[in-house]
């Protein structure tokens, strides 16, 4: 109920933790979003006002110097035409302009509004009415020709190409005024293109981004033909430092909720792992409190009657009792050890007591002291130690234990339905010994084969629980047989059998 409750409490804290990142990640997200569009609306407002005034400013510079163009023009009336009811006036006129053009026009003037007015002026009662109506007409027909004459000189104007039209120092000025009068003080960059496509102006450090997230663009003279028109292009290089400057304030807060999620994460973990080491520490000195019962008994028993003088006390009953004592007294000796592993992992490093020893005479001992419980199980063990070459610098306890376990691990996952054969050889590969342990079990599986030799990993039977262990055997002999400068790998199939390949260095190569 207790581990129930620690893993609910974690779960309910990450999931907070998390939100609360989440939340802040989201918040960042529609300031950036806020912040760019806001940008997007006053560069495009700013980009509309500086084409405007480019617009105007050439309609000005065309005018002032279109006025003495005016003076040069020789109008003529070849013909004034009044209709019928007076109410229309027909004039065919000769106009020359400055260049030495000379077109010809038909204007049709309503006889309205001025003349109208003239119709109706006091000043003009009781005069001729034709003069009325002809003063009415010249006005008339004055007004359309300086429309006309305006039309002719911007016509004119956008006829020419768009560097001799726009004064790029100019348009830059205009551009810097008025983005900063829209809040925007970041540098830019720019280039003008005709409408087809053709760079016509270009700043010497313009480049346009992939995304295009920071290039801009517009139309110039709008009002004029297609192909006549002319494309603004703006690129701000700074505008994402521009964009993000505003988060300054919020990037330490989400640092410190990342460190306080993963320091979170951390202490649930060891947590979890102490609470796991724990709870094992406690199963395994309850399991070994039942194994150091059956030898210690085994040979209280066996010295009771050793000193028991009323037993008559054959040589054959005094070897079988010393060869029990002696038995018994190796497999205590092998379940202290199981305790110096645990012991060992927790201070992570090992005391070896090096020295020359022939791995040959003590994997046949290793292999006699176990035939034992082999053949307790109905098995056998086949030695087969051809190694030419066996003499090792090794630590004799440890790498006793080395073989121990493994034999010991043959006899816990052998199968039900098949005689324990377990077969350990020795040989030489160049320079070094080669120990073999293969028995044909249970088998392990290719996902859990690689994993066998990890603290604390048991391969998966389901649900059977008939073999008991912690899941240090394998990683206690990895790590001895490493620290030996050793290697060890496994091969195994599932339903036939493992064997473990041991590779060590010999004296004679060192």
């Given at each position: 109920?207790?581990?129930?409750?620690?893993?609910?409490?974690?779960?309910?804290?990450?999931?907070?933790?998390?939100?609360?990142?989440g939340?802040?990640?989201?918040?960042v997200?529609?300031?950036?979003?806020?912040?760019?569009?806001?940008?997007?609306?006053?560069?495009?407002?700013?980009?509309y006002?500086?084409?405007?005034?480019?617009?105007?400013?050439?309609?000005?510079?065309?005018?002032?110097?279109?006025?003495?163009a005016?003076?040069?023009?020789?109008?003529?009336?070849?013909?004034?035409?009044?209709?019928?009811?007076?109410?229309?006036?027909?004039?065919?006129?000769?106009?020359?302009?400055?260049?030495?053009?000379?077109?010809?026009?038909?204007?049709?003037?309503?006889?309205?509004?001025?003349?109208?007015?003239?119709?109706?002026?006091?000043?003009?009662?009781?005069?001729?009415?034709?003069?009325?109506?002809?003063?009415?007409?010249?006005?008339?027909?004055?007004?359309?020709?300086?429309?006309?004459?305006?039309?002719?000189?911007?016509?004119?104007?956008s006829?020419?190409?768009?560097?001799?039209?726009?004064?790029?120092k100019e348009?830059?000025?205009?551009?810097?005024?008025?983005?900063?009068?829209?809040?925007?003080?970041?540098?830019?960059?720019?280039?003008?293109?005709?409408?087809?496509?053709?760079?016509?102006?270009?700043?010497?450090?313009?480049?346009?981004?992939?995304?295009?997230?920071?290039?801009?663009?517009?139309?110039?003279?709008?009002?004029d033909?297609?192909?006549?028109?002319?494309?603004?292009?703006?690129?701000?290089?700074?505008?994402?430092?521009?964009?993000?400057?505003?988060?300054?304030?919020?990037?330490?807060?989400?640092?410190?909720?990342?460190?306080?999620?993963?320091?979170?994460?951390?202490?649930?973990?060891?947590?979890?792992?102490?609470?796991?080491?724990?709870?094992?520490?406690?199963?395994?000195?309850?399991?070994?409190?039942?194994?150091?019962?059956?030898?210690?008994?085994?040979?209280?028993?066996?010295?009771?009657?050793?000193?028991?003088?009323?037993?008559?006390?054959?040589?054959?009953?005094?070897?079988?009792?010393?060869?029990?004592?002696?038995?018994?007294?190796?497999?205590?000796?092998?379940?202290?050890?199981?305790?110096?592993?645990?012991?060992?992992?927790?201070?992570?490093?090992?005391n070896?007591?090096?020295?020359?020893?022939?791995?040959?005479e003590?994997?046949?001992?290793?292999?006699?002291?176990?035939?034992?419980?082999?053949?307790?199980?109905?098995?056998?063990?086949?030695?087969?130690?051809?190694?030419?070459?066996?003499?090792?610098?090794?630590?004799?306890?440890?790498f006793?234990?080395?073989?121990?376990?493994?034999?010991?691990?043959?006899?816990?996952?052998?199968?039900?339905?098949?005689?324990?054969?377990?077969?350990?050889?020795?040989?030489?590969?160049?320079?070094?010994?080669?120990?073999?342990?293969?028995?044909n079990g249970?088998?392990?599986?290719?996902?859990?084969?690689?994993?066998?030799f990890?603290?604390?990993?048991?391969?998966h039977?389901?649900?059977?629980?008939?073999?008991?262990?912690?899941?240090?055997?394998?990683?206690?002999?990895?790590?001895?047989?490493?620290?030996?400068?050793?290697?060890?790998?496994?091969?195994?199939?599932?339903?036939i059998?493992?064997?473990?390949?041991?590779?060590?260095?010999?004296?004679?190569?060192?």
């Amino acid at each position: 109920m207790r581990k129930v409750s620690i893993i609910v409490s974690g779960v309910l804290m990450a999931l907070s933790l998390v939100s609360l990142l989440g939340l802040q990640v989201k918040y960042v997200e529609e300031i950036v979003n806020m912040r760019r569009e806001h940008f997007n609306e006053s560069v495009e407002h700013s980009l509309y006002q500086a084409t405007h005034e480019l617009e105007v400013s050439e309609a000005r510079r065309y005018l002032e110097h279109g006025t003495a163009a005016m003076d040069g023009i020789a109008t003529a009336y070849d013909s004034v035409i009044v209709t019928t009811d007076s109410s229309v006036i027909q004039h065919k006129h000769q106009v020359t302009a400055r260049d030495g053009s000379v077109y010809y026009s038909l204007e049709t003037h309503a006889n309205t509004n001025f003349g109208n007015k003239l119709m109706s002026n006091p000043k003009l009662k009781g005069k001729d009415v034709d003069l009325k109506k002809v003063l009415a007409d010249k006005y008339n027909y004055e007004k359309g020709l300086v429309d006309e004459v305006i039309y002719s000189l911007l016509y004119t104007a956008s006829d020419r190409p768009l560097d001799d039209r726009i004064d790029f120092k100019e348009l830059d000025n205009i551009l810097t005024a008025h983005l900063h009068n829209n809040g925007i003080d970041i540098p830019y960059h720019f280039q003008v293109l005709t409408s087809n496509g053709r760079r016509v102006y270009a700043c010497p450090d313009f480049a346009e981004d992939k995304d295009g997230k920071s290039t801009f663009s517009t139309t110039i003279f709008k009002n004029d033909p297609v192909e006549k028109m002319g494309v603004l292009k703006i690129n701000f290089p700074t505008l994402g430092s521009y964009i993000y400057s505003s988060l300054k304030f919020i990037v330490p807060a989400l640092i410190f909720t990342s460190v306080l999620i993963i320091s979170f994460i951390v202490t649930l973990v060891l947590v979890f792992r102490q609470r796991r080491l724990s709870e094992m520490k406690n199963d395994f000195i309850n399991n070994m409190t039942h194994e150091f019962k059956t030898p210690i008994s085994t040979i209280s028993l066996a010295a009771q009657m050793l000193n028991d003088k009323s037993l008559p006390k054959s040589p054959s009953m005094l070897e079988r009792l010393s060869t029990t004592i002696m038995d018994e007294t190796k497999r205590l000796r092998f379940q202290v050890e199981k305790v110096l592993q645990v012991s060992m992992y927790e201070n992570q490093k090992a005391n070896f007591k090096l020295k020359e020893i022939n791995a040959n005479e003590l994997i046949a001992g290793v292999v006699h002291t176990f035939a034992l419980k082999v053949e307790k199980n109905g098995g056998k063990i086949i030695s087969d130690l051809k190694a030419k070459e066996s003499m090792i610098l090794a630590d004799d306890m440890h790498f006793t234990n080395v073989i121990f376990n493994l034999m010991d691990n043959a006899v816990k996952y052998r199968r039900e339905d098949v005689a324990l054969e377990l077969k350990v050889s020795t040989w030489n590969e160049g320079e070094h010994l080669m120990i073999s342990i293969q028995d044909n079990g249970i088998g392990i599986k290719k996902d859990d084969l690689k994993k066998v030799f990890e603290k604390f990993y048991r391969v998966h039977r389901g649900n059977v629980h008939d073999v008991k262990g912690f899941g240090l055997g394998l990683a206690y002999v990895k790590k001895i047989i490493t620290e030996h400068n050793g290697t060890i790998h496994a091969e195994s199939e599932l339903g036939i059998g493992t064997k473990f390949i041991i590779k060590l260095q010999t004296i004679k190569n060192r």
